[in-house]
Structure formats: C-alpha cells, structure tokens
C-alpha cells in the first residue's frame, strides 16, 4: 500500500531546467523523506521534461500545464495534485538545505499551520545577504496589511486545508508578482497558529528583472493588492490615515529601487511625502537617489 506523503512540494516551472535540477536535487537531499514533489510545468520549450524524467523516484511527479502567465494558476494546479497534509512551496530557481523538511515538520508536529524560516539570498552578481523573516507577531492580518510583506513564498509551508479554505491563489493577472503577498493576508485573516523559524533553510536565487518596467509592474501589483483589502476595512479616520502611511511605504519601495531613473524615483518619493510627510525614511532615500544623480552627472566621461 502507498504511504501518504506528509508534505506535498509545489514547483511551478518554465525554461529552468538547469535551476530546476538543483532544486529537486535539494528535495532529494532532505533527512525527512515522506514527501512527494508535484511539478508544473507550463509546456517548457528546454529540457524540462527530461530533466524530470531523470530523477527516476516515483515521488517526483510532473503535470504538463499551460498557465497564460499567470504562475498562481501554476500553483493552484500543483495544490489541486497534491496529496500531502501540509504544502511547501519551491521555486524552480531556489534551493533549500538538507534539514529545511525536518525542521518545519517538527514546528507542525508541535500544531503549527504555517511556518516560515530565513533564507540566504544570491544576486545574480554572487553577492549575498542573510534575510530573516517574521517575526510572528509582523504575521497577523494587520500588521501585514498595514507594516507589509514579511514572507517568502519558499519558505512557508502552510497545512493544506487552510491553503484550502481560501481557495489558494488569486490568479488575477493584474496582481501578478504579488499574488503571494496577497495569499499571506487571506491565510491571516484566519488566525493560524504561525511560526518562524530563526534559521536560514534555503537560498532565494534573485534572478528577476530589475528594469524600471519590471519595478513599475510590481508597484502598480502592490497598490490593487493593497486597495483590494483596504476597501473590507472600517472606513475610519485612524484606519484613513494607516491607508495613507501604507500607500506611502508601498511609494518609498519602488522609488528605492530605481536606482537608475532617478527622475522617477524622485516622483515616487514626492509622492510618498505627500501620503505621509511622516515617513521619516522618504527624506533620506529622496537625498540619497539625488546625491547619486548629482555625482553620476559630474562624472567625467571615459
């Protein structure tokens, strides 16, 4: 008779193959071994598929699914074939380290829902910064809502009837790139019984795009989220004015990270003051983008 798998391992993939490896060698490598891996691929034009099909454990299995862009709709399809009490979610360009199963599996055995831990990220030019999430009290509903994200999606493993009572992942288009930051505040709305673990269980391989458009993307992702949830809040003055403190900080974080269009970074910035002037953080990171535009201007050309 075939065991149940404990955790179910959601890796929604395309074009990866190489990454895609690494990350179900990390699987494979785990000291808690009562796992299946659900892998979804949309229709990959590399060798996804033999890659897969090279790891010749039965507990690996691979779903053909065509997702419009749309990586929830990957997702939500690896939790409509998954079996497993509890889900964890992999990028198909991260890794995990060998004792990351065992150690969330424990943290749920104690009746936790959903654990997260810290993860090591890696740029694209190799350099390196630890990234520790939580705690739990920045996890409630509120405090995500209003302070931000304080979660990575391959680090949480979430039991998989709570995944269930929200129906998984809004694949709205319109949000992609934050539909995870969304999922956190629904699966807050319930209450779980949360927990971080102050270790570092993985590595977040940072590959995206950093193009302003790419930036731009996320912001505007970031705001239908964000307005998504306000319009279910008490319309009062005080709940009027941590809108506005949100809606500033959401600013202050795009402009931060146009490091090269400083002219927009600028109107972001000018844009956060005027949504809270009390943002101390805006006046230095407004002075800051400007020193760099300033000095790059009066560089001599080579």
């Not at 400083?262 to 009390?278: D, W």
């Amino acid at each position: 008779m075939t065991t149940k798998p404990y955790v179910s391992v959601v890796i929604p993939t395309y074009n990866h193959a190489k990454l895609l490896k690494k990350a179900l060698d990390s699987v494979m490598a785990q000291t808690f071994q009562n796992w299946e891996a659900v892998v979804v691929n949309n229709f990959s034009t590399d060798n996804t598929i033999e890659v897969v099909n090279s790891f010749t454990d039965p507990r690996i299995k691979l779903f053909n699914f065509s997702n419009n862009g749309v990586i929830a709709a990957s997702r939500n399809h690896g939790l409509k074939e998954a079996t497993g009490n509890f889900i964890a979610f992999l990028d198909s360009d991260d890794v995990w380290y060998s004792n990351k199963l065992q150690k969330c599996v424990e943290q749920a055995s104690a009746g936790n829902q959903f654990i997260c831990h810290g993860e090591l990220w890696i740029n694209s030019d190799l350099t390196q910064r630890t990234v520790m999430y939580g705690p739990a009290s920045n996890a409630t509903y509120n405090r995500l809502l209003y302070k931000g994200n304080c979660i990575s999606t391959s680090t949480t493993f979430i039991a998989k009837p709570l995944l269930d009572s929200v129906q998984g992942f809004d694949e709205n288009p319109e949000i992609i790139t934050t539909e995870d930051y969304d999922l956190w505040l629904r699966l807050a709305s319930k209450n779980p019984k949360t927990i971080f673990i102050p270790e570092v269980l993985g590595e977040f391989h940072r590959l995206a795009d950093s193009a302003s458009s790419s930036v731009l993307r996320n912001f505007a992702a970031e705001l239908i989220v964000l307005k998504t949830h306000f319009c279910a809040q008490p319309q009062t003055i005080m709940n009027r004015l941590r809108m506005r403190h949100r809606y500033a900080i959401a600013h202050y974080g795009a402009a931060r990270q146009l490091t090269t269009q400083p002219a927009q970074a600028i109107r972001l910035f000018a844009q956060a003051l005027r949504l809270s002037p009390f943002l101390i953080k805006i006046y230095l990171g407004t002075a800051i983008t400007l020193w760099r535009a300033i000095t790059t201007t009066q560089s001599p050309k080579g």
